[in-house]
């Protein structure tokens, strides 16, 4: 593993500093995370270890830094002007669930001051901080990476089980999230795998829409810059045809599947 995957004692990040977050990096008029133009807040810390990572900067749980929550309300506040009737606050990552209650307590403060929210998640954590703060977004981004098990965990350094759980309690609760599939040349473009990932969702009422995500290289530097090894520095990324048959397949099962 590039990076080794770091001891989380349970609420380890969450207990300290409950009215700080730590994040890794914000961005202002983000069209690419949620509906609507928003500001994008990338939390700290991941344990996912994803060969194809293109910000593996966010992965140490002990990097970035602390921001009081009532300061990134402020900046929301500020920018709630752009956001809209379709906008507002994602918070990505890394990983969010890592510091679900203090998001709790921030999609509280956003929802007083009439902000959409949104979690791009990829579903490691399932406990009860966790369908707290469900319940409190707005739309669910959950990162499915692949159906599965072993070949989830070859790509990611974990299983699938939990991240399913999440989507299965995301369904139950009829609120709205989007799937999202990262498509990597050799890892999860087996078409028998891509059926089977739209047979498991066909059938989900809540999901809205089905993003598709081209490998690429960008993000490539980073680890060059960390001094990590970038084991898919080789992969040649799918061509536009490539991409097409992909989403073919996903239309089958759904019927807004969107290439990014």
């Known amino acids: 593993m590039y990076f080794p995957q770091q001891e989380y004692i349970d609420d380890s990040i969450d207990a300290q500093n409950p009215e ?5 990096s914000i961005e202002t008029l983000g069209t690419h995370d949620g509906p609507g133009i928003r500001m994008v807040v ?5 344990q996912f270890r994803c060969l194809y990572c293109q910000n593996p900067d966010t992965l140490d749980i002990h990097g970035g830094s602390f921001m009081p929550i009532e300061e990134l309300i402020e900046k929301a506040l500020h920018q709630k002007s752009y956001f809209g009737k379709k906008g507002g606050i994602t918070v990505s990552g890394g990983e969010p669930l890592l510091q679900r209650e203090k998001l709790i307590h921030f999609f509280d403060r956003l929802h007083e001051n009439g902000i959409h929210t949104c979690l791009d998640s990829n579903g490691r954590v399932l406990d009860s901080k966790t369908e707290q703060l469900l319940e ?8 499915v990476k692949h159906i599965n098990k072993e070949w989830h965990k070859k790509l990611t350094g974990l299983k699938n089980k939990t991240t399913l759980r999440v989507a299965e309690y995301r369904e139950s609760t009829g609120k709205p999230m989007w799937l999202r599939y990262v498509l990597v040349p050799g890892w999860s473009d087996q078409e028998e795998y891509l059926h089977e990932w739209g047979q498991h969702f066909t059938s989900y009422k809540t999901v809205e829409r089905v993003e598709i995500i081209p490998f690429h290289q ?3 530097h980073k680890w060059e810059i960390l001094g990590l090894e970038y084991q898919l520095a080789d992969t040649v990324p799918h061509t536009a045809e490539e991409v097409n048959k992909a989403a073919k397949i996903f239309r089958l099962y759904f019927k807004n599947v969107k290439i990014k």
Do not use: E
């Open 136 to 143: 409190k977004t707005d739309l669910l981004l959950l990162d």
């Open 20 to 24: 700080l977050l730590r994040i890794h």
């Open 42 to 46: 990338f939390v700290q810390g991941c």
């Open 218 to 220: 960008l993000g490539k």
